[in-house]
């Protein structure tokens, strides 16, 4: 894993994650950033070491239509990730990205890019991008969550995980709507361990297609937590 070392604003020593969690550009403590699982299942668990990262997730999710079955099947999402660690002790912390999800899904949107929802709800620092890449294997597609281009990552060809899947659950709330909760661990990468999906808004497909119509775009947002 790569050792990130932080630099506060106001002290001029580094400390690396294994001493003291803080964020890497804001010093925001994310040591008692916590998920809000849903009680009664086991598919997600919050690990027992500190969030590296806690983001807010907008973007779209990719879907093709299936002939065999005549339903969607997923083939990846692209998403834009800003940093919300400096805003989990405050009142929009919970439905941030609801309240993002309005904006990004309102006829006004259409002409703006989601790299440009951050800033319009108290998130303005963009730490990276979700997109999917073939996967190490060489069949298939992964998750990908890179920093490699943006803010204090920039030119570090280190900084990004792939993610395996390893838990999934409905979302607790409209499921028909919202897409899975997913808990994946690392399959390549140096940014991450272990990444989590939460609190998902959108994204999903339509019940039912047409074989051979054109795949399609979907809006979602989502909270993105990386250990």
């Known amino acids: ?17 294994s001493a003291r969690v803080v964020h890497t550009d804001d010093c925001c403590d994310t ?23 806690v983001m807010l997730g907008v973007g779209i999710q990719n879907y093709t ?23 989990d002790k ?21 002409k703006a890019s989601a790299s ?10 963009l730490l990276g991008f979700h997109y999917f890449v073939t996967a190490p ?6 998750p990908k969550w890179d920093f490699t281009s943006t803010g204090k990552f920039a030119g570090d060809a280190s900084a990004y995980v792939l993610g395996a899947k390893v838990g999934d659950i409905p979302a ?8 899975d909760w997913l808990a994946l661990n ?16 959108g994204g999903q497909p339509p019940t039912s297609c047409i074989p051979g119509s054109a795949p399609i775009e979907v809006k979602y947002t989502a909270k993105y937590y990386l250990y």
């Open 186 to 201: 690392n399959a390549q990468g140096s940014l991450a361990s272990k990444i989590f999906r939460i609190d998902t808004v």
């Open 90 to 110: 405050k009142p929009q912390f919970s439905s941030i990205q609801s309240t993002a999800f309005k904006i990004w899904d309102s006829p006004a949107s259409l």
């Open 65 to 87: 239509c299936t002939s065999a079955t005549s339903t969607y099947a997923s083939i990846g999402a692209v998403a834009s990730l800003f940093d919300i660690s400096c805003l």
């Open 137 to 142: 294997s060489g069949t298939g597609i992964s």
């Open 1 to 17: 894993m790569l050792v990130f070392k932080l630099l506060c604003a106001l002290s001029s020593v580094a400390l690396s994650v």
């Open 31 to 53: 040591s008692k950033a916590v998920m809000d699982l849903p009680a009664g299942q086991t598919a997600l668990v919050s690990p027992t070491s500190a969030a590296l990262f």
């Open 172 to 179: 607790p709330t409209s499921p028909a709507t919202n897409v």
């Open 116 to 125: 440009s929802i951050g800033a319009r709800v108290g998130a303005p620092k």
